[in-house]
Every structure is written in C-alpha cells, then in structure tokens.
C-alpha cells in the first residue's frame, strides 16, 4: 500500500504559475503509474494529466495541454504537476493518484490509491 500527500496549492492570479507535488511513502513507488486529477465544486473529478513507471510516457487532458507538465522523481518519491498559464477554469482540489497496474490511464477506476487533495485557486 502507498500513502500520498499532495502539496503546493493555493491562490494564484490568472496567468500564473503554481507547481504541486506529490510525496508517496513506501520503497515500491516506482512500480506504480501516477496521474493527477481535479475536482471542482459542483463537478465530478476530472483527469489532468498521468505518467508512467519510468516517466517515458505522459498524456494529458485536452484542457491541459500545452500548458501543465506532469513529472516524477522516483529518487524521492514524488511527483510534479508543474501548471503555468492558469485560468479559472482551473479552480479545483487537485488530486494524484497511484495505479498499482503501471497503466496510468485517464480513468479513475484505474487508479488504487488517492491523496487527500490540495486546493487550488485561481482568481480572475
């Protein structure tokens, strides 16, 4: 089993920047597929953006693209959400998650084990 705790939100003016991490516990995190997911008010939790075992390979929301970078260091346990030119529209808890099967999809059932969440605010 892995533990996640998200950090790194908080208020941020259209336009800027914020960098979330996630920091997993155990010695097994490398074995796992990461991805990150939001949840607005109001809304279901939505994908954001996943990454693989070694981090070769990324996908990511359309809303996304071109504008958040996902990325792990399996030294230290921890993956990144690097987001820039946010909007409001990004206004949400995000969350990461760990797929134990190494498949880091888009969809939440392929997800075993979620973080608490971490909020992230974005005024117009």
């Known amino acids: 089993q892995v533990q996640l705790v998200e950090s790194g939100g908080g208020l941020v003016q259209a336009g800027g920047s914020l960098r979330l991490s996630c920091a997993a516990s155990g010695r097994t995190f490398s074995t796992y597929a990461m991805g990150w997911f939001r949840q607005a008010p109001g809304k279901e939790r939505e994908f954001v953006a996943a990454i693989s075992r070694s981090g070769a390979r990324t996908i990511y929301a359309n809303s996304v693209k071109g504008r958040f970078t996902i990325s792990r260091d399996n030294a230290k346990n921890t993956v990144y959400l690097q987001m820039s030119s946010l909007k409001f529209e990004d206004t949400a808890v995000y969350y990461c998650?760990?797929?134990?099967?190494?498949?880091?999809?888009?969809?939440?059932?392929?997800?075993?084990?979620w973080g608490q969440g971490t909020q992230v605010t974005v005024s117009s």
């Open positions: 998650a760990a797929d134990r099967g190494g498949v880091g999809g888009s969809r939440r059932t392929d997800y075993d084990y």
